[in-house]
């Protein structure tokens, strides 16, 4: 690639995939052809990431720069980083680690507490932990709001006015893992927290290239 010309750069826009914002990431792939294209690339592809050929293409299309525009699990969270890495093509944004500690608000909490940077309090649920209602309100307040751990934008939030809101107004077992449950910001001025279910969790994450596998969690913070 280096050297290289904008006229003979072949050029990989990913887009698409499997995620909640499917249709989004779609949008903005062909939104980022376009612009490439304005900006002197002729070679350039939008491809489909959800696409059952989709790695046989990238190994064997010859391209020399990947331009991910995904969004959500499986772009944003180290996931199609680690496949550019394994295929040894180069790839725009943040590397396999830092997408999947950013991805995950759980780990993200933890490296922004660990840097000394203020976070809101917080809970975290793996599938199959018990729901305790009262020591939720007792950490985040009546009020607060439930949001994927891994999910981009707004997707999958809600807002929990009162307990008999919640999923279950006595300790049970969880069995998905969608939501997470935030502190009311009444409770902690312009900073509220936020209670993350875990889509998949960070470890598994990492190494599913190794050893790919599911693996659903709650966190509450």
């Known amino acids: ?20 914002e499917r249709e989004i990431s779609l949008d903005s792939g062909k939104n980022v052809v376009v612009a490439l294209k304005e900006a ?22 010859g391209f020399d720069v990947a331009f991910i525009a995904m ?6 969270d180290g996931a199609m980083q680690g496949a550019m890495e394994t295929l040894g093509i180069p790839y725009t944004a943040s590397g396999v680690l830092a997408s999947a500690c950013g991805a995950d608000k759980e780990v993200s909490k933890l ?16 599938v199959g932990d018990e729901v305790d209602i009262d020591h939720i309100v007792e ?14 934008s707004s997707y999958g939030i809600s807002l929990v006015h009162e307990p008999p809101s919640c999923p279950g107004q006595s300790p049970r ?44 969690s709650t966190i509450w913070t």
């Open 173 to 216: 077992r969880l069995s998905t893992a969608t939501k997470c449950w935030s502190r009311s910001a009444s409770r902690v001025p312009r900073s509220p927290s936020a209670y993350t279910a875990k889509m998949t969790c960070a470890p598994c994450r990492l190494s599913r290239f190794v050893s790919p596998r599911t693996a659903s």
């Open 111 to 126: 490296l922004y507490a660990k840097a000394g940077i203020p976070i809101a309090p917080g809970l975290a649920l793996e």
């Open 40 to 61: 002197g690339y002729t070679s350039v592809e939008l491809l489909d990431t959800a696409a059952d050929d989709f790695m046989v293409t990238m190994a064997n299309g």
């Open 1 to 20: 690639m280096p050297g290289k010309s904008l006229e003979n750069m072949h050029v990989a826009v990913l887009a698409g995939g499997h995620s909640a």
């Open 71 to 76: 969004h959500g699990a499986g772009g944003e």
């Open 139 to 152: 950490v985040c307040g009546e009020r607060c709001f439930v949001k994927p751990a891994v999910n981009g």
